[in-house]
């Protein structure tokens, strides 16, 4: 199959999102334009005064602060464009991982039908209940004799992506176990992929999600410059991710290769 116009569902969600960390991108490097005086005869603050002045009068209660001062504005958006980045990869890599299940789902794909790695997969899912302390051993029999009897009756499994992605914590290697898991190769070479920077993306993350690091410290880490390769080397990188899914689909290799 062509792959070219071949669409999972979630394309133009991504684009959509990947326009939208590409524009704070631009913004921020326009601030440090403005941060370095090389603005033109553009002044930030002769720019910011007349536009406080319009929000003061369409806020009757007043601005919360004084007009921020253009480094800190300029060091918050480039924080805040490692979140979003981290976003799309989470989403895509979410969206793609749902993709298969769904086709499982369209296919009436059974226990027999798909392969070795899907099968331990939904019997992992399924016995997670027993990872709860409390859990006795009639749950165990239970849940045990439910994957049985669907087996053997051929029902349809049913996976989401809720059960197999563990939110927060996706970086260049957990995704590539993630895919593994599912019986699929990802070309990474092919896309320029880089392990550290998927891992500095996550981190950096989840210190900002947590609180351990403020937004300015964080975004004094890292130029504009860096952020627009950055974005463009996960574009690469999410892009190939998503040629391999569908080169799996495709190839049926979801399927089992022999009745068990």
């Known amino acids: 199959m062509d792959t070219s116009n071949y669409v999972l569902g979630y394309e133009q969600l991504y684009q959509e999102r ?21 603005g033109n005869g553009v002044d930030y603050q002769f720019v ?3 536009a406080r002045v ?12 004084d007009t921020p001062d253009v480094t800190l504005v300029a060091s918050v958006i480039r924080s805040n464009v490692k979140i979003m980045i981290y976003n799309i990869i989470e989403f895509s890599v979410t969206s793609l991982i ?3 299940y769904d086709r499982l789902d ?6 027999v039908d798909v392969s070795a790695k899907l099968r331990i997969l939904w019997h992992h899912t399924r016995m997670r209940k027993l990872r709860d302390p409390n859990a006795s051993n009639e749950t165990a029999e239970r849940i045990s004799k439910e994957l049985l009897d669907e087996a053997i009756a051929n029902v349809t499994i049913h996976i989401s992506s809720r059960q197999t992605l563990i939110g927060g914590n996706l970086d260049g290697e957990e995704i590539f176990k993630l895919f593994d898991k599912h019986g699929i190769s ?13 891992k500095d993306i996550r981190d950096r993350r989840n210190d ?9 410290d964080a975004g004094n880490q890292v130029t504009t410059a860096e952020l627009a390769e950055l974005i463009n080397n996960v574009d690469s990188f999410l892009t190939q991710l998503r040629l391999d899914v569908m080169s799996y689909l495709d190839s049926g290799a979801y399927r089992a290769s022999e009745a068990v």
Do not use: W
């Open 18 to 38: 990947l326009d939208e960390t590409k524009s704070m991108i631009t913004l921020a490097t326009l601030l440090d334009f403005f941060d370095q005086g090389i």
């Open 48 to 50: 910011m005064n007349k």
């Open 54 to 65: 319009i929000a003061e009068s369409a806020n009757h209660g007043g601005l919360p602060s």
């Open 98 to 100: 749902q993709a298969i």
């Open 106 to 111: 369209d296919e009436s794909c059974s226990y």
């Open 186 to 198: 990802i070309h990474a070479a092919k896309s320029g992929f880089r392990s550290s920077e998927l």
């Open 208 to 216: 900002l999600a947590h609180g351990a690091v403020s937004f300015v």
